[in-house]
């Protein structure tokens, strides 16, 4: 079942706006809780897609068994895009469709993992903080590129990693998830360590560079995409 996005009263609209949400909200974020143990309870990857024509976005929400990897919930949002597209505030455009499809499912979520950012985010609040301050979940960013960060290339083993660095300071690591394959790169989002973070990525990808989570939900908002076009059930 899809459910249909209505927009927040007084979501920002323009940049100016947003930052100073930005800055109230991430003063919010948990940084001292160390999360669920890999492996245990349930764990659910949000991701989004997008129609430009028609300016729609499709959110979708996976739970899996975080022991066996198996799917046993879904839901998906659409709404209109509700904010435009600039860099470093892109949580502004997926929020409200990834919320809504969190409070459509029929479980609880459990570990959210987000195909984006947490901490490491030039401001320090992408979307899985935003997402986890305002949901109130545990939540961890698992991004295919390291944004505007540095880092030293990890070793080539399975578990390797290295600091994800703004500077000096560590946002994140990146984390070879599969032997010789390119690193992901994991930061906090809220109520998680980066340790654990780091634990629950690899636990999510025994087979491929990307955790799980983030295979099935970004499949499944596609599926989802093509169905508001041709007006079938995702």
């Not at 409200?96 to 979520?109: G, K, Q, R």
Request: hydrophobic share 40%; net charge negative; charged share 20%.
């Amino acid at each position: 079942m899809t459910t249909t996005v209505r927009i927040p009263a007084g979501w920002p609209a323009t940049e100016d706006q947003a930052r100073a949400v930005q800055d109230e909200l991430r003063g919010r974020v948990v940084l001292d809780e160390p999360g669920p143990p890999p492996g245990t309870g349930r764990v659910t990857g949000v991701d989004v897609a997008y129609d430009d024509e028609r300016d729609v976005v499709v959110a979708a929400a996976v739970v899996l068994d975080a022991s066996t990897l198996d799917v046993v919930a879904e839901s998906t949002a659409v709404g209109q895009v509700p904010f435009p597209y600039v860099p470093g505030l892109l949580a502004f455009r997926e929020i409200p469709a990834v919320l809504a499809a969190l409070e459509a499912l029929p479980c609880a979520p459990g570990l959210v993992v987000c195909d984006g950012y947490g901490l490491a985010h030039p401001r320090r609040f992408g979307l899985a903080s935003h997402l986890g301050v305002l949901a109130g979940l545990p939540t961890i960013g698992v991004a295919k590129n390291p944004f505007t960060f540095t880092y030293e290339e990890p070793g080539a083993p399975r578990g390797s990693a290295t600091p994800l660095l703004a500077g000096e300071e560590e946002v994140g690591r990146a984390l070879r998830t599969q032997a010789g394959v390119k690193p992901v790169f994991v930061s906090v989002g809220h109520r998680v360590t980066l340790d654990t973070a780091c634990a629950h990525t690899l636990h999510l990808a025994p087979r491929f560079r990307q955790p799980e989570t983030t295979r099935h939900a970004d499949a499944l908002c596609r599926r989802a995409l093509k169905a508001t076009a041709t007006g079938t059930a995702p």
